[in-house]
DNA sequence: TTCTTATACCTAAGAAAATTATGTATGTTT
DNA sequence: AAACATACATAATTTTCTTAGGTATAAGAA
């Protein structure tokens, strides 16, 4: 099993993160909380965003709900039971993962 | 401009860092010290590692000399001095990124 | 009222960057 | 002698992203 999610496949953990803290949140409305979230550093297309989606309802992570406002469909997404579960999962190994990879950007300073 | 270097694209300035901090490494030796610094979470493969290398060397942010050591041969890899001042935007970048996204994984708490 | 922008979903083609597999060769340890 | 670590490299494949294209509703500006 690869560890080294981050630099590439970190983006379903980021996502799983945001609905995990909300709750329940739409494709549409996912992407602007990442991008507030981490100050505009994170822009999320929408070729990434709707397959990393649908792949994550395929796996049982994420079940959806489609409703109307106005004429308008929105698709929400929440974590399943089982989903939960691997969430916390993803998201502690992202953590740690991203701590490590701070610690070694802010260490060496030692050298000029 | 993508912004969205880290969850794709970051290894190359991880690589850089660590070569701006120790001055002069070769691959192997590369390798071994980024999973040091992670605590074994980052393992980069040489299918990874060798192209990187070559592609960086290719911009002319790396240039390399070969030692023989006994009966081995090593390619030495260290910043030019242009490879200076680009390395430091990159991590720059690299650090802001990832500060962001820590912030991201550890806000949020509120919730259950 | 027409044009532009924002909202809201989606897929397909292509590029980028990784993994996996394979190859060569030397040196060390069991 | 076999296994493992060092040390380089490339090729085939897969994953995951960007870019581009498509549909449609709603709101605001010109």
Redesign the pocket.
């Known amino acids: 099993m690869?560890k080294?999610h981050l630099?590439?496949?970190?983006?379903?953990t980021i996502l799983l993160k945001i609905l995990s803290d909300e709750g329940r949140m739409?494709?549409?409305?996912l992407s602007?909380r990442a991008k507030e979230l981490t100050n505009g550093d994170l822009d999320?297309?929408?070729?990434?965003l709707?397959?990393?989606?649908?792949k994550l309802e395929a796996e049982g992570i994420l079940e959806t709900e489609i409703e109307k406002?106005?004429?308008?469909?929105?698709?929400y997404y929440k974590l399943t039971e089982e989903g939960q579960y691997k969430a916390s999962e993803r998201i502690d190994e992202l953590k740690e993962y991203v701590m490590n990879l701070q610690g070694m950007l802010n260490g060496g300073m030692s050298h000029g």
Chains 1, 2 share one sequence.
């Open positions: 690869s080294n630099y590439k496949g970190g983006l379903s739409y494709g549409y409305q602007k999320i297309t929408e070729g990434a709707y397959p990393t989606l649908h406002v106005g004429n308008r469909k929105r698709k």
